[in-house]
């Protein structure tokens, strides 16, 4: 959150210079709706917006000179009275645009005091008055913002994904470019980021590289120059997977960029990340060097974090160097900054939970009054409603009583005979079922792995007769032909390797298939955990494929509570299926003329006791011919070598064992729909 703060136009009296010559309505404007002329002021300017407040006109010039005024002083009492004088005109002239102005300072000020839950609903009072107002760049802001706190000060990684779905599908949508922090950038770009950053943080390293790379692939300029953080971004993902040689280049790559976008705190976020590096590298002099750029930086904007990573690196690294007063010295700064974070998140925790409670009270308030305002609609519908029918179903059953007991009767006789008969035919057929399914597995096994050892032994026994004439016959074979028969070992040698690597994935996918979860089911909302996977899958296909767009749906039933699955493996099912749907929809586009418009729907539903999620995808659909044989281990519709047919297999035991069913519909050459259903417990 704190790198967000730091882009806020009023950044206090040091980022302040002249403004001259503008008439005092003019001024007011720019001030409040150009960011550029927000972040250039001084104390005339200040002076001249107060004479303006001080006329007391009680019009909107009046509130905007309000909301400046609440957003550039330093003293935190005058700007909490400068913001509530603002609101209070505001709501007076019913100018919902002004009142947003002047909550929007109090965000920043509340988090700068410390006082989260506060700084939190001035977020949510933004949020509800651009909504009414239909202004997606400041929804967008407010979603970025919130995204940022959920994640950095919260750890609520699930809510923080929320605000940045939502804000990235509203900035598609309305091609936003107008944040508040970076006015004239794509804010696209900003979430796919900002969501990286939180993957990074949930340790899902290939989901954030998913948003990474489509990240930079926007190609996005800031200030004329390539955007440094998503830069950074990859650098941390590869340290964290061990790559530090990349790391480091991609660390160096990222320094000149944030020079040149004047971001110098950034400067400060990469020299801790090489100084990690060379940590973890063990070269202490280049560890010590970058630490000590931190570590003395007197930058105000400097995150403590960073700066706890940097002090922790410099005593390892005196340590490595037998310098013990030096590591001494850092370690005691470790633990003091340590202890202070501590407490700061301490206070932050008891914050958080009487927020918590304050929007839960809320939330129950809102549904009490909208089921009593049911309940007062319907009652006299419903009472008449109840009065017919239960007349209806006494004559009804008076009617069917005699009938009833007669059939009765015969049913009995009837269960009780094709009960014995069941019974006796249970244990033969339960057996009978496990060996052909045994045999079936053993083999599909057996023919998937046959194929690609074949290629295996065929190829070398090639390369190894080729191995021979080159041995007896190079003193009579030319240049160009010895060269030939090289290339065709070479050639060789990368079949081998294809064809191993897919006897590898086989038998990978082979041991998930069999793998017993040790997971425990958590409460998940169902809801968010499809669009979380509809996006991952989207961008995952994009980071591959470019050219590929698709219309992407979504139909979720709010009425939906939270059910106990394990998330991880439901996860994936949703995951497979979406795979599937957009590897069909993709098919269809690159045979199909350009009129054709790839669309993958997601949507859920509470049925009765269970839920349903439906996937759907307007491909090529199924044949009949094979629609039933789907969920069979190896069957698969892909060409050889893009697929190992245990996807759905895996997906259905996965269902199965959380006591559900999947299932398939399609209509051929026109669409697919696949159907999980879910028990309610």
């Not at 940590?279 to 002099?285: E, H, K, L, N």
């Not at 586009?589 to 759907?616: A, C, F, W």
Request: charged residues 25%; neutral net charge.
């Amino acid at each position: 959150m704190g790198w967000l703060r730091n882009y806020y136009p009023a950044l206090g009296e040091s980022k302040k210079q002249n403004l001259t010559g503008v008439k005092n309505k003019i001024l007011i404007l720019l001030l409040l709706f150009c960011p550029g002329f927000l972040m250039a002021q001084n104390r005339n300017t200040q002076d001249s917006v107060k004479a303006i407040m001080n006329r007391h006109a009680g019009d909107t010039n009046e509130v905007k000179a309000l909301a400046y005024l609440a957003a550039n002083t330093s003293q935190f009492d005058s700007a909490l009275d400068y913001s509530q004088q603002g609101q209070a005109l505001a709501r007076k002239l019913h100018d919902k645009k002004g009142e947003a102005n002047c909550i929007y300072p109090l965000s920043t000020l509340y988090y700068d005091n410390n006082d989260l839950s506060r700084s939190i609903q001035a977020d949510l009072d933004c949020l509800r008055l651009y909504e009414e107002l239909g202004d997606f760049d400041g929804l967008c802001t407010i979603y970025l913002i919130l995204q940022g706190v959920y994640r950095d000060d919260i750890q609520d990684y699930r809510k923080s994904l929320d605000y940045a779905f939502a804000g990235e599908k509203i900035a598609e949508d309305k091609k936003v470019k107008n944040i508040f922090f970076f006015p004239g950038q794509s804010a696209v770009s900003l979430f796919l980021e900002e969501t990286a950053a939180t993957y990074i943080q949930m340790n899902k390293l290939d989901s954030a590289l998913i948003f990474i790379k489509n990240t930079m692939a926007q190609n996005e300029l800031f200030k004329g120059s390539k955007w440094n953080f998503p830069v950074y971004l990859l650098g941390l993902i590869q340290y964290k997977q061990g790559n530090y040689k990349q790391a480091l280049q991609t660390y160096r790559s990222a320094v000149p960029l944030a020079i040149q976008n004047e971001i110098y705190h950034d400067t400060l976020q990469i020299y801790t990340g090489m100084s990690s590096v060379f940590t973890r590298t063990g070269q202490s002099d280049s560890a010590i060097y970058y630490g000590q750029m931190v570590a003395q930086s007197t930058n105000p904007q400097l995150e403590r974090n960073n700066l706890l990573e940097a002090l922790s690196n410099l005593a390892e690294a005196y340590k490595a160097k037998g310098e013990k007063d030096s590591a001494i010295k850092y370690i005691e700064l470790t633990h003091s900054l340590k202890d202070s974070l501590f407490n700061r998140a301490k206070d932050r925790e008891v914050q958080n939970i009487t927020f918590t409670q304050s929007l839960k009270e809320q939330e129950i308030l809102s549904e009490q009054l909208k089921f009593k305002s049911k309940v007062q609609l319907y009652t006299l519908l419903a009472g008449l409603f109840v009065l017919l029918l239960i007349a209806g179903i006494l004559w009804r059953n008076n009617k069917h009583k005699q009938k009833a007991n007669v059939l009765l009767q015969e049913q009995k006789q009837k269960v009780e005979t094709t009960l014995k008969e069941l019974r006796s035919t249970q244990s033969q057929l339960i057996q009978s079922e496990k060996m052909a399914s045994l045999g079936e597995l053993t083999a599909g096994i057996a023919h998937e792995i046959q194929n690609p050892l074949n290629f295996v032994n065929n190829f070398s026994e090639v390369n190894n007769e080729l191995i021979e004439e080159l041995k007896n016959q190079k003193s009579k074979l030319k240049n160009e032909e010895q060269d030939e028969i090289l290339d065709n070992i070479f050639q060789n040698n990368e079949k081998i390797s294809y064809h191993g690597k897919r006897a590898d994935a086989i038998v990978k996918g082979m041991l998930q298939h069999s793998r017993s979860s040790t997971s425990v089911k958590e409460s998940t909302d169902i809801n968010a955990l499809a669009e979380e996977y509809l996006r991952l899958a989207y961008h995952g296909l994009r980071a591959k494929d470019k050219t590929f767009n698709a219309t992407l749906q979504t139909d979720f039933d709010n009425s939906i509570e939270r059910v106990n699955i394990i998330p991880q493996e439901m996860g994936r099912v949703i995951l497979n299926l979406l795979t599937n749907a957009f590897y069909a929809v993709n098919e269809k586009r690159k045979l199909s003329p350009g009129n054709y418009q790839p669309i993958v729907k997601v949507s859920t539903k509470k049925l009765n006791d269970k839920i349903e999620i439906r996937v759907e995808d307007n491909g090529n659909g199924i044949s009949k011919k094979i629609i039933d044989k789907i969920f069979q281990p190896f069957f698969t519709t892909k060409p050889p070598g893009k697929g190992t047919g245990l996807g759905l297999s895996l997906s259905y035991d996965i269902v199965k064992s959380h006591g559900g069913e999947i299932k398939a519909e399609s209509k051929e050459n026109e669409s697919s729909v696949f159907i999980v259903e879910l028990p309610i417990k």
